[in-house]
């Protein structure tokens, strides 16, 4: 799932950091910047969703990151705290539906009602993939309930809040699979087609509310997570999280956010 570590049940939901402080609450600097936003990142403790985590915080977010693995989502949290960023973690297995609603009340109890909110965490099945034919049932199951029910799980349970406020920012991380068909990865495709057209749908459905959804395809990129799909890959060749975690930011803080949108990783530069 986008980061490591073994699942815990929904009774070892906890988070990995202190009290937050007396910062929540403190008045936002912009209707577009980062600092003093609350955002909450799925997938936290690796790859994309830490960089992401990190790069957010050192533009003054109140971060929440999630992950399945305790100690590498605690390391993540104090490399960002070292760094003066605000930071929080709270262990969760984004499929699990029981922890959805104990793992929002638990980030805003940390830093408030959430602004933002990254959709990180992913599944890739069983590696090495398997064409559809030779994928279990089951296995499809787990693909989708990490990266499609557990995305609309946590929309759904943060939005109404986003909609009272009058404002708010939904980022799910897609990939190119949503679009081409490529042998073997046909339960991540399929989950990443669904999680594009979902926050599509939210947006049509939450339109002129101030709530914003959007997919970002984050391309190919040196992480954990793509040497287990294709470990023969030229490491070398591929883009570092940091660097895409940058453009994510970026865009994040736009001005110029169209709601609805799915923007594929050659597009980021240009659409902050």
Not at 85 to 106: E, F, I, R, T
Not at 200 to 218: A, K, Q
Not at 219 to 231: I, K, L, S
Request: hydrophobic share 45%.
């Amino acid at each position: 799932m986008g980061h490591a570590g073994d699942s815990p049940a929904r009774r070892d939901l906890h988070a990995v950091d202190e009290d937050p402080g007396d910062r929540v609450g403190e008045e936002l600097a912009s209707p577009v910047e980062m600092r003093n936003r609350s955002v909450l990142v799925t997938g936290g403790s690796r790859g994309l969703g830490a960089a992401l985590g990190a790069e957010l915080a050192r533009r003054g977010a109140r971060v929440v990151l999630t992950a399945r693995g305790g100690k590498a989502l605690r390391r993540k949290v104090a490399e960002i705290r070292a760094a003066e960023g605000d930071a929080h973690g709270l262990v969760a297995d984004q499929g699990d539906k029981a922890s959805v609603y104990p793992v929002v009340g638990a980030a805003t109890a940390l830093v408030g009602p959430l602004d933002a909110m990254v959709l990180n965490a992913s599944s890739l099945g069983p590696t090495p993939l398997r064409e559809l034919s030779e994928t279990e049932c089951e296995d499809l199951a787990r693909v989708l309930e990490v990266n499609l029910l557990g995305p609309f799980r946590l929309a759904r349970a943060v939005v109404g809040s986003m909609v009272l406020r009058g404002r708010g920012l939904v980022v799910g991380i897609s990939s190119n699979a949503a679009v081409e068909a490529y042998p073997a990865w046909g339960a991540y495709g399929v989950s990443k087609a669904a999680l594009d057209h979902l926050l599509h749908t939210w947006s049509v459905e939450l339109r002129d509310t101030g709530v914003l959804f959007l997919s970002v395809d984050p391309g190919e990129m040196d992480t954990a997570m793509h040497a287990e799909a294709m470990p023969d890959a030229d490491r070398s060749a591929l883009a570092s999280a940091s660097e895409v975690a940058v453009r994510i930011a970026d865009l994040m803080e736009s001005d110029r956010l169209a709601s609805g949108v799915r923007l594929p990783a050659s597009r980021l530069g240009s659409a902050a």
